[in-house]
Structures are given as C-alpha cells and as structure tokens.
C-alpha cells in the first residue's frame, strides 16, 4: 500500500474498512432466484472463514442499466432486500445491494449494511441525500467517466446530508470505446484526498457492450488486477463470483468461477495485503543505531532523525548515554528537538533521564519532563514519547503554562 493521508477505520457490522486486513465484498452479480443467492452466500461464508478474512455479501435485486432491452434484471428490491437481510443475519455478514432511486434507497435502507451507489448514478444528488439520510454505510462506485479527484464533490453531498460512513469504489475508467482501463494511481489519490477506497476488481476488466446486446469482458485477468490494487495500495476488494460464470444471468465474462476464489486468490491477497501496509505505515521501522556498543558510554552525543523526504525531523541532544543492551539506551540530560515542514525549530522536551526503545522509537522516563513550546510550557512527573509518530503522553502531576493564548488555541507551533 501506498503511504497515503491517514484515514479513520469505518466499522461495518463485524467487519472493519481502512484496518489492518483487508474487507473484500464478494457476490454474485445479480440475484438470479432465491436459491441460487442463498447457495452462493453460504459457499462463500465458508470460502471466506477458510481463507480467515473478513467479507461482505454483495448481490443486485435488480440490474437497471443492462444494455439488452431483453436481459435479464432481477427480483425487485422488496424481495432482494428481505433476502439478503435474512442471509446477513442467519450468516452473520453484512450485506450490500446497489440502489437506483430515492424509492429504493428507502427500502433497501431499513435492512441493508451497505447502500451502493452504481457508478453511472453516482453524481446523482437526490439519490446520494437518499441513500446518505438512511444512516447506513454507503459505498460510492467513482463513475467510469470521472477523475479521481471529482469524487471530493460527492464526498460533499454525503457529508451535507449528515453522512460521515462512506467510502467510494474504483471500478476502471472509459479508455476509448467499449474498453476501460484500471488506473492504479486513482487509488493512491483518492486515499491522499482521505477517503477509504476499494477496488472492484470485476467491473474493471468489463468491456462496456462488447458484446454487441451484452457486456463482454476479461474477467481472468480480474485477480491480476486485484493484486496490483492491493499492492498500489486499497482498503478492500470488491470481486463478483459465479459458480458457473459462462450461465451466468448477468456479466459472466467478468466473474471469477466460484471455484477459484475457493483456490489461492483469496489467500494470496491477504499476505500481499499485510505486507504492502507494513511497508507502507512503516510498521516496523528502521532500528536506530546510535554507534555505541553496549556496555559502553558516549558523551555529548547528537543524532537526528529524518523522514522520508529526507527533512529534518527531530534532533537528539545527550548528555551521557549508555548502550545497556541492543534494544535499549540509557540516556540523561536528554534534550529532543522537534522542527516543522519549514524546517523551523518547533518543540523541545527535556528529560534528566530516559530510556530509547531502538526498534520502537519510544523514549520513557520516570524523572521529571518539560516540554517547551513558543506559546506554552508543560511539566509532567513521567513521559512517553514516540519519536517515529510524534505522539507522546505525560502523566503525574502535570502544569501548563501558556505565554499566547490566541497561537495555543489556534494550534500554532512555532509562531
């Protein structure tokens, strides 16, 4: 995954978008009758708690942009809802279905998890306001003809309608005719602008009526797509899944066979998954490695910490440290020193003696701690403090002493 701005989890019944695995939303395209949705949803219960990774069971009641006057559309939504509610509650998963009009949005709202918006109704305001005042989670498909960018736009009409449970799909973009190309970069984007996305792996290998009275498409290449999303960088993946994709009712090309996701897709996703965000949180970081033995001494030792932009970030000013061991510091008359984006000196703590964790970062003391500030100072009788993340906790009897009120308030460092 790719470092992007961070993104607070959005919690979906048992299932959490935006942690530490992946969500996948997986389902057949369309449901073709009851019994056929309630067999897929039990397979891929299973599939999912065999592979250990979290899902939500997505399928239409009704597909009301077919190309074909004669395919194919669905149940209709009273009946699609009363069914998936039934499968999430007896299957213990969240459901999904896509809505098309404030009617709809009503109904599929007193018992769906997730209100989907299809990507060629997504900039479609009474629908969003509808969708958005149920109060459940919605999940904005980006519409094939949008830049990544535009979704801060629908971003805005859900938040307007007192909606914050959102996150968009990408699902490819139009390149030419009858074709869509799945631009990776969209995925980092949107993230960056700080929103969850997924990536729907299915639609965006469609052929937009290739077929001539039908959507045609190349749904092998659909896990291909799937884990260079994970790589790039994605919260979830959205997979559509046949038993037999070549009878299915609607979008069979795209579909991947049943069968495979019971195979390795799913499970090869969930490491890539795990070790694309290590990387990209940086959940391990580098140790740091101060040049001192252990057993020995360093005095008048300074050392500074850079990000990955390669600024300066804090400075390490000792008076007497000590390599106890290879994890640990012993450190006294510590000073850090931390500085801004203009490189400008922000913050400085003061410790008389202090403890380095060299893989987590963390300094902690027992001693007393000022921490001094252009605005403010703090004193507390014990600290910890994160040098990789910037957050730190003081705890004793703490005092604070403001010298700008208005810059404190306002949160201004260094001013």
């Avoid at 449901?31 to 999912?48: D, T």
């Avoid at 809505?99 to 769906?112: K, N, Q, R």
């Avoid at 703090?378 to 604070?400: E, Q």
């Amino acid at each position: 995954m790719t470092k992007a701005a961070k993104v607070k989890p959005l919690q979906i019944g048992g299932c959490e978008l935006g942690g530490a695995q992946p969500l996948f939303i997986l389902g057949p395209c369309v449901m073709e009758s009851e019994k056929f949705v309630w067999r897929m949803a039990r397979k891929l219960e299973k599939i999912a708690r065999d592979a250990g990774i979290q899902f939500i069971f997505k399928a239409s009641y009704d597909k009301a942009n077919r190309t074909s006057a004669h395919s194919y559309r669905g149940m209709g939504a009273r009946e699609g809802c009363a069914i998936l509610s039934a499968i999430g509650r007896e299957l213990g998963v969240p459901v999904t279905t896509d809505v098309h009009t404030t009617a709809e949005a009503e109904i599929a709202g007193e018992s769906i998890d997730v209100l989907q918006i299809p990507a060629f109704l997504c900039r479609q305001t009474d629908l969003i306001h509808a969708a958005a005042a149920t109060g459940r989670v919605v999940n904005v498909k980006k519409g094939q003809f949008l830049a990544p960018g535009d979704v801060i736009n629908i971003a805005e009409k859900l938040r307007r309608a007192g909606n914050e449970r959102f996150f968009f799909t990408e699902r490819g973009t139009t390149f030419g005719y009858n074709n869509l190309v799945a631009d990776m970069r969209s995925l980092y984007w949107i993230r960056e602008a700080g929103f969850l996305i997924m990536f729907d792996a299915t639609h965006s290998v469609q052929r937009p009526g290739g077929g001539g009275d039908r959507t045609s498409g190349d749904g092998v290449l659909a896990p291909v797509l799937a884990r260079a999303a994970v790589a790039a960088g994605c919260d979830g993946v959205f997979i559509e899944t046949h038993e037999h994709p070549e009878r299915a009712l609607s979008d069979g090309p795209n579909q991947v066979p049943l069968s495979k996701l019971a195979g390795k897709s799913l499970a090869a996703l969930l490491p890539l998954f795990l070790l694309c965000l290590a990387a990209a949180l940086d959940a391990k970081p580098p140790k740091y490695d101060p040049g001192i033995e252990v057993g020995q001494d360093a005095h008048g030792l300074r050392f500074p910490v850079f990000d990955e932009a390669g600024n300066i970030q804090m400075y390490f000013v000792i008076d007497v440290a000590k390599r106890i061991d290879n994890d640990h510091m012993q450190m006294s008359k510590v000073q850090l020193q931390t500085y801004n984006e203009k490189k400008e000196k922000e913050m400085q703590i003061d410790m008389q003696n202090a403890i380095l964790d060299l893989n987590t970062r963390i300094v902690t003391t027992d001693s007393p701690v000022r921490v001094r500030r252009s605005d403010f100072e703090l004193f507390g009788d014990r600290a910890s403090y994160n040098t990789a993340t910037g957050d730190g906790k003081l705890t004793g009897k703490v005092r604070m002493l403001i010298f700008d009120a208005a810059a404190t308030l306002a949160g201004k460092a260094g001013s």
